[in-house]
């Protein structure tokens, strides 16, 4: 079993920044890939980034440029860097870590980007 906790939603203007902690616990041996989703109102769950335990990363085209993922195996903690914030933006953002056949998730963090 893995534990995933978010951390560091909150309200923050447009143009605004935020950072989002992933801390991970339990199985964390099975992890290759953590990622970023995020569920807007009224829409499907997205993925937004991504990040292999080897560094490699991607993003969905809203936000690349905008957001970075990072991790840190030391602490077993993922991070989502989210620079020049946009309304639209604002979600439920989930962690988790994707496997063969499902995937374990956080509780999710809410962002709210005011314009």
């Known amino acids: 079993q893995v534990q995933l906790v978010e951390s560091g939603g909150g309200l923050v203007q447009a143009g605004g920044s935020l950072r989002l902690s992933c801390a991970a616990s339990g199985s964390i041996f099975s992890i290759n890939t953590m990622a970023w989703y995020r569920q807007a109102p009224g829409k499907q769950r997205e993925s937004i980034a991504a990040i292999t335990r080897g560094g490699s990363t991607s993003y969905a085209d809203s936000v690349k440029g905008r957001f970075t993922i990072s991790r840190d195996n030391a602490k077993s903690t993922v991070y989502l860097q989210m620079n020049n914030l946009k309304p639209e933006d604002t979600a439920v953002y989930y962690c988790?870590?994707?496997?063969?056949?499902?995937?374990?998730w956080g509780q999710g963090t809410q962002v709210t980007v005011s314009s």
């Open positions: 988790a870590a994707p496997l063969p056949g499902g995937a374990y």
